[in-house]
């Protein structure tokens, strides 16, 4: 293990043989870091923390302090992040406030300079958080989604998968997978780039722009919308698609923009 002379490591702890450590890097509590992770200079990991294999966290870091919630008194509750995350210079993820509670990380991660994971959040693998993206608590993020620059995701709000929320954007309800929101966070359509580049079939993306149009685009009732669209769906993309229509939901789901809706 390569530690440097200034790093402080509490007993407690848990750290692999194969760890970089590098200056001023404070390990409070008893946290779990795996194999071939690097701390840079200054990162501070706290509590009970569970790092995955293989993750290069920069300088200034800050993971698994206590959430900044009012309600939250003491209590042991967790912060995981998975393996092979990248998590860059000022990012903050903020542990669980209920005991027994945790805050996770997916693998395969991007957090990049100054993001922010707040209490109870959820990430799936491969998310994506630009810089300055701030995520409240409690909130859901699906796999391969992307949060852009400086943009804030109200709590509670769930994000769907490959779902590609704008910059500069204030999200305050959910956001469907594969969907696109414009700057107010109203969605515009759907992310067909970035369903190309995940590999998704010509037939898989012409099912989704069906159910698409039916469920964002028409002025059937949603009810009614999802029982067509039930006897449309023939894809296992097209039915996780619908399941988030009826996944409970605490905030509702962000409409469409309106620039002309399909009749029933």
Known sequence: MAIHRTAWIDP???????????????????????????????????????????????????????????KFASGATRCVVG???????????????????????????????????????????????????????????????????????????RIGELAMVAAVTMVSQDVPPFCLTNHDGEIVGLNTVGLMRAGFTPAERLELKVLFKLMCRSDVPRIQALEIAGELATFDTTVRFLEFFTAESQRGIRRLRVVGRIAA
């Open 12 to 70: 407690a702890a848990k750290v692999h043989e194969s760890v970089e450590i590098g200056p001023n890097v404070v390990i409070d509590g008893p946290v779990t870091i795996a194999a071939n992770c690097r701390l840079g200079p200054s990162a501070v990991v706290l509590g009970e923390t569970e790092i995955g294999e293989s993750c290069n966290i920069h300088s200034h870091a800050v993971i698994g302090d206590t959430p900044q919630d009012q």
């Open 83 to 157: 393996s092979n995350c990248t998590i860059r210079e000022g990012v903050t993820i903020h542990r669980a406030t209920q005991a027994g509670g945790a805050t996770v990380v997916g693998a395969n991660c991007y957090l990049m300079t100054n993001s922010h994971v707040a209490h109870d959040c959820v990430l799936g693998d491969g998310v994506t958080l630009v810089s300055g993206a701030l995520l409240g608590g409690h909130v859901q993020v699906g796999n391969r989604a992307i949060i852009a620059g400086n943009s804030g995701v109200h709590q509670h709000v």
